[in-house]
């Protein structure tokens, strides 16, 4: 099976912009859940999606969303870039969520300048 | 709530040498846990996880990892330090649907 993917791999954005980053779940899987990475903070989580509906959120401001296809791919957004938006941002999937195991991605590393 | 605690964030074996990699938790409910090692500008790679079976938990690439209710831990350990072992290791407890709560990491380093 192929494992999660994510794209893009890289991005640069400036201050202000907004960004749209894309996970593609392995085959079969329901759940996907997004994690933020940074040096400072750690691995933070996002919020998490299940047959197309958010079921569970971190605490992150509103200018992060996301959403689930029917198809389970996910994408998040992030509007109004600040320059602490620079990250990693992992995507992990799971069967099922709750205690599924989850499978992650390489992560899309966003740089904001 | 729950969280993680990993105890060291840089730890330095010589190679060939025993690793131990603490971690030690706090749940309300029964956990699950995980340990991943992350290579650098790459994602989380699943070692080992707990799903009470046992609490002796065996991985991937010789590591595993000893479940201990008592004292709230769930240590990695490695018998022999290999180089390709040096990476970011993380522990994490996961009780909510497709949540998991991750300690900060521990960086480890293997000296030849």
């Known amino acids: 099976k192929a494992g999660v993917t994510q794209t893009p791999r890289y991005l640069i954005k400036t201050r202000g912009q907004q960004v749209t980053l894309s996970c593609s779940p392995i085959?079969?899987?329901?759940?996907v859940s997004w994690y933020q990475q940074t040096p400072g903070q750690g691995l933070q989580f996002l919020f998490e999606y299940f047959s197309e509906t958010q079921r569970n959120k971190g605490n992150f401001p509103g200018r992060f969303s996301g959403r689930q296809f029917s198809n389970s791919r996910s994408e998040m957004n992030v509007s109004t870039l600040e320059l602490g938006d620079s990250a990693l941002y992992l995507c992990?999937?799971?069967?099922?969520?709750?205690?599924?195991?989850?499978?992650f991605g390489p992560g899309t590393r966003l740089t904001v300048l | 709530a729950q969280s993680v605690t990993q105890l060291g964030s840089h730890v330095s074996v010589s190679e060939g040498a025993l690793v131990l990699l603490r971690c030690n938790y706090s749940?309300?409910?029964?956990?699950?846990l995980f340990w991943y090692v992350q290579y650098p500008n790459q994602g989380l790679q699943l070692l080992l996880k707990y799903t009470s079976a046992a609490t002796l938990v065996k991985g991937i690439n010789g590591f595993e990892a000893e479940f201990k209710k008592s004292e709230t831990s769930f240590h990695l350990t490695k018998p022999s330090a290999h180089m390709s072992d040096a990476a970011e290791y993380f522990c994490a407890v996961s009780t909510n649907a497709g949540k998991s709560t991750f300690g900060d990491g521990t960086t480890l380093t293997v000296k030849p």
């Open positions: 749940s309300s409910v029964p956990p699950y």
């Open positions: 085959s079969g899987h329901r759940s």
């Open positions: 992990a999937s799971s069967l099922t969520g709750g205690e599924d195991t989850q499978y």
